[in-house]
T-cell receptor, first 117, second 113 residues
Framework: GAVVSQHPSRVICKSGTSVKIECRSL??????MFWYRQFPKQSLMLMAT?????????EQGVEKDKFLINHASLTLSTLTVTSAHPEDSSFYIC?????????????FGPGTRLTVL | QKEVEQNSGPLSVPEGAIASLNCTYSDRVSQSFFWYRQYSGKSPELIMS????GDKEDGRFTAQLNKASQYVSLLIRDSQPSDSATYLC?????????????FGKGTKLSVKP
């Protein structure tokens, strides 16, 4: 299957700092990238959808000014958690899809575990 | 509100048995169906995709789709302890925003040695 990478895999930061997470599609061009968050023992929650060159579409309840998403190229999307607080500690997972075709599969990155002290 | 329903489990089966995971969806126009496996602390990985009614087999895995009943299932033959994970059913409709995957909450499978 296609490969999606994320960096960093784990980050620990102090409250109030900002953290940037990178998501790359390594062997295909991703017209659409997705950002999910997963708290322990809970299901995946979609945070936002981004199309290359367009503004991200955020799910209800997700603060767009706190979670900044940039999808500047067909292989790279970034999520910046601004002024992170302990309640932002979670497992953040990106996902990428090649195009809007019905058979196009959505592949997940390995995830980034964020711990805010 | 489009929904994808799964029994949360845990579903416990002995090693070597067949594990049967079920999923129902509410949006009749859904076109694409996926099963992902997620180990604890890891991100989901794709196991199977299915688009047409009937069965699709890949190794020990068989996906079954019945669009009339709005039902998709995953069978795991000769279950192994390494199959113990949470299995996520995902459904997608047409393009545009309807092209986004809708995930179920997942079924936790435990295969006992």
């Amino acid at each position: 299957g296609a490969v999606v990478s994320q960096h960093p895999s784990r980050v620990i930061c102090k409250s109030g700092t900002s953290v940037k997470i990178e998501c790359r599609s390594l062997d295909f061009q991703a017209t659409t990238m997705f950002w999910y968050r997963q708290f322990p023992k809970q299901s995946l929650m979609l945070m936002a959808t981004s199309n290359e060159g367009s503004k991200a579409t955020y799910e209800q309840g997700v603060e767009k000014d706190k979670f900044l998403i940039n999808h500047a190229s067909l292989t790279l999307s970034t999520l910046t958690v601004t002024s992170a607080h302990p309640e932002d500690s979670s497992f953040y997972i990106c996902s990428a899809r090649a195009s809007g075709g019905l058979t196009d599969t959505q592949y997940f990155g390995p995830g980034t575990r964020l711990t805010v002290l | 509100q489009k929904e994808v329903e799964q029994n949360s489990g845990p579903l416990s089966v002995p090693e070597g048995a067949i594990a049967s995971l079920n999923c129902t969806y509410s949006d009749r126009v859904s076109q694409s169906f996926f099963w992902y496996r997620q180990y604890s602390g890891k991100s989901p990985e794709l196991i199977m995709s299915i688009y047409s009614n009937g069965d699709k087999e890949d190794g020990r895995f068989t996906a079954q789709l019945n669009k009339a009943s709005q039902y998709v299932s995953l069978l795991i033959r000769d279950s192994q302890p390494s199959d113990s994970a949470t299995y996520l059913c995902a459904v997608r409709g047409y393009g545009g925003s309807q092209g986004n995957l809708i995930f179920g909450k997942g079924t936790k499978l435990s295969v006992k040695p």
